[in-house]
T-cell receptor
Framework: QQQVKQSPQSLIVQKGGIPIINCAYENTAFDYFPWYQQFPGKGPALLIAIRPDVSEKKEGRFTISFNKSAKQFSLHIMDSQPGDSATYFCAGVYGGATNKLIFGTGTLLAVQP | KAGVTQTPRYLIKTRGQQVTLSCSPISGHRSVSWYQQTPGQGLQFLFEYFSETQRNKGNFPGRFSGRQFSNSRSEMNVSTLELGDSALYLC????????????FGPGTRLTVT
């Protein structure tokens, strides 16, 4: 019940394309869903996050779409750039003081020039 | 404001030895969490400390332990190292117990030979 399933495992798009990464969760106790971006040799960086009472959130070129009934959420990267090439992780967080991140398995994104 | 810092960045140890990793959170942040990242298991939660108290613990053996000091700095210790402990160990900090946003450091790459 703690899993967060993420797909695809890897993704290649052309510059300007819109890569979409999908995640699904089982545990309805999650009440915060962040996305992290990780470059080689670096720690994960918080990119954008959403609460389950919101269906969509945009920050710059990054958009999260959230479907509470289906227990699914996705990350869209508009006008993708080669600098967006990185590994992306979705996660779920339990509410309250137990702020344990349950991560998806990651998506390696390559944006070709 | 400086980010999360971790020392050392790289470490090579021999099976059976023990190791101590250090983490300094973002100034003002009082919660520190530790995660293990491996290609096979992904990102897994180890434990979280807040105000020098362990608040939550992941599913790792007792060889993995940690502590937090009064200045919020944290250390984690792994005793009797095994080859499978080779991983990137990440520290994340957050401001208060009830805030969700966690910020990661660059990690310590531990190699056990």
């Amino acid at each position: 019940q703690q899993q967060v399933k993420q797909s695809p495992q890897s993704l290649i798009v052309q510059k300007g394309g819109i890569p979409i990464i999908n995640c699904a969760y089982e545990n309805t106790a999650f009440d915060y869903f962040p996305w992290y971006q990780q470059f080689p040799g670096k720690g994960p960086a918080l990119l954008i996050a959403i609460r389950p009472d919101v269906s969509e959130k945009k920050e710059g070129r990054f958009t999260i779409s959230f479907n509470k009934s289906a227990k699914q959420f996705s990350l869209h990267i508009m006008d993708s750039q080669p600098g967006d090439s990185a590994t992306y992780f979705c996660a779920g967080v339990y509410g309250g003081a137990t702020n344990k991140l349950i991560f998806g398995t990651g998506t390696l994104l390559a944006v070709q020039p | 404001k400086a980010g999360v810092t971790q020392t050392p960045r790289y470490l090579i140890k021999t099976r059976g030895q023990q190791v101590t990793l250090s983490c300094s959170p973002i100034s003002g942040h009082r919660s520190v969490s530790w995660y293990q990242q491996t290609p096979g298991q992904g990102l897994q939660f180890l434990f979280e400390y807040f105000s020098e108290t362990q608040r939550n613990k992941g599913n790792f053996p007792g060889r993995f332990s940690g502590r937090q000091f009064s200045n919020s700095r944290s250390e984690m210790n792994v005793s009797t190292l095994e080859l499978g402990d080779s991983a990137l160990y990440l520290c994340a900090s957050r401001f208060l117990a009830l805030t969700y946003e966690q910020y990661f450091g660059p990690g310590t790459r531990l190699t056990v030979t």
